[in-house]
């Protein structure tokens, strides 16, 4: 089951724009409540398929702000990620929100689309540096 006080964000683990997603929020996230699971792990196809969701679809990235809540996919995840890094990065996730999901969600998967040509694809998922290893939860 989900940990009840801490988001979790499941992304494709061989995506090089998904990890650099990963990344970017480690290194936000002050309060270090994210916590982490490629969509290839046990773990994902788990917690996933409760909500009838297939992990082996890996164009896209799903957060699940608590348990029982309905997981957040493509352009609502990320401005679910962006609302809870604060700040700035708030604004950022408001500016988004107004657009439609249609056409936040039309551009989502023209990125998607072409993620591994543009920003690469690793042979395996790459292990987090240790100081972050105990936020995720498929190691």
Not at 16 to 26: A, D, K, P, S, T
């Amino acid at each position: 089951m989900p940990d009840s006080a801490n988001p979790i964000l499941f992304y494709d683990g061989v995506c090089g724009l998904c990890n650099r997603l990963v990344q970017f929020v480690l290194k936000r996230d002050t309060a270090a409540s994210f916590r982490f699971a490629s969509l290839q792990s046990d773990y994902a196809t788990q917690i996933l398929q409760q909500d009838a969701l297939d992990p082996q679809v890996l164009d896209t990235v799903y957060v699940i702000e608590a348990p029982g809540a309905q997981p957040k996919s493509r352009s609502d995840a990320v401005i679910s990620i962006l609302r809870a890094l604060g700040g700035l990065w708030s604004a950022v996730a408001i500016s988004l929100s107004i657009l439609p999901r249609p056409l936040r969600d039309w551009g989502y998967n023209i990125v998607a689309r072409h993620r591994y040509r543009i920003f690469g694809k690793f042979e395996s998922c790459p292990l987090p540096e240790k100081k972050y290893q105990d936020r995720f939860l498929d190691m």
